[in-house]
């Protein structure tokens, strides 16, 4: 099993910049990879960013030039950078690793709120 804890998040005005943090523990040898998701109040989780082992990024369109993830594998841990932030990136952001053929496991979720 993998236990992931978050760190970071909070309340940040428009255009100003927040770092989340997720550190991994338990049968980190089967992560493949790390990252976000967000689910904002009355719509669907959807990906933020995800990074491989090999250090290999995907983000969604929403995020790109603004948001940047990272790992330091030696820590097991994830490190999202979200600067620019508009009201839209407001949500609950979960932290994601992915085992592949063993499934995922969840974070307990930060909130980061934008205002306007």
């Known amino acids: 099993q993998v236990h992931l804890v978050e760190s970071g998040g909070g309340l940040v005005q428009f255009g100003g910049s927040l770092s989340l943090s997720c550190e991994a523990s338990g049968s980190i040898f089967t992560i493949y990879a790390m990252g976000w998701y967000r689910q904002a109040s009355g719509k669907q989780r959807e990906l933020v960013a995800l990074i491989t082992r090999g250090g290999n990024t995907n983000y ?50 930060t909130q980061v709120t934008v205002s306007s």
């Open 60 to 109: 969604a369109d929403f995020v790109k030039g603004r948001f940047t993830i990272s790992r330091d594998n030696a820590k097991n841990t994830v490190y999202l950078q979200m600067n620019s932030l508009k009201p839209e990136d407001t949500a609950v952001y979960y932290c994601y690793a992915d085992m592949r053929s063993r499934g995922g496991a969840w974070g307990q979720g």
